[in-house]
């Protein structure tokens, strides 16, 4: 299904529901998580964001990527060193010289890579954190146990007082 598709299906089900004859203003969630929080994945794909997985993912990085990598090109290392001894004296040894160097480039950039995607993962993760606490933050200010306009308690508190309404000295 093109974008063009799905977003028409998605604008006529939004008009359908909203000229219901039953309509009545309100808010709905489209997804509630099971308390941990992030992670879950709405019927429009929004973001969703999981600290654990991406604390797992950059620890895979970390614990198992990052150590291959490097023993991975410790290894070709040796092996292209002794066969470039092997070939001294012969074309073949400065061809491996090339190579190897070429390859320990590519080794270099790859760990630079998965380094920077394992700390963008990390930094990904205290940004969405500090912007969740932030925002929370900002709701306390409407909490009824922080505001002076609110009783004591959302269930058996009274309500903030009407404004009364406005006049114009026009007729």
Not at 59 to 87: C, Q
């Amino acid at each position: 299904m093109s974008f063009d598709e799905e977003w028409a299906q998605l604008k006529a089900a939004a008009l359908e529901e909203h000229s219901a004859p039953a309509r009545t203003s309100g808010m709905r969630l489209n997804q509630l998580d099971g308390g941990g929080g992030g992670g879950g994945v709405t019927s429009f794909g929004g973001l969703c964001s999981s600290a654990s997985e991406k604390k797992a993912a950059a620890g895979v990085i970390e614990d198992e990527l990052e150590p291959g990598l490097t023993n991975a090109g410790d290894d070709a290392d040796t092996k292209s060193n002794t066969a470039i001894s092997e070939f001294h004296g012969w074309d073949t040894a400065q061809g491996l010289k090339h190579v190897l160097t070429e390859w320990q480039t590519q080794v270099k950039a790859l760990a630079k890579r998965i380094g920077g995607e394992k700390e963008a993962l990390r930094g990904t993760n205290t940004l969405l954190t500090g912007t969740d606490l932030h925002i929370g933050s900002d709701f306390c200010g409407i909490h009824p146990s922080q505001s002076p306009l609110y009783g004591t308690s959302a269930t058996g508190g009274s309500q903030p007082p009407v404004p009364l309404p406005l006049t114009s000295s026009y007729h």
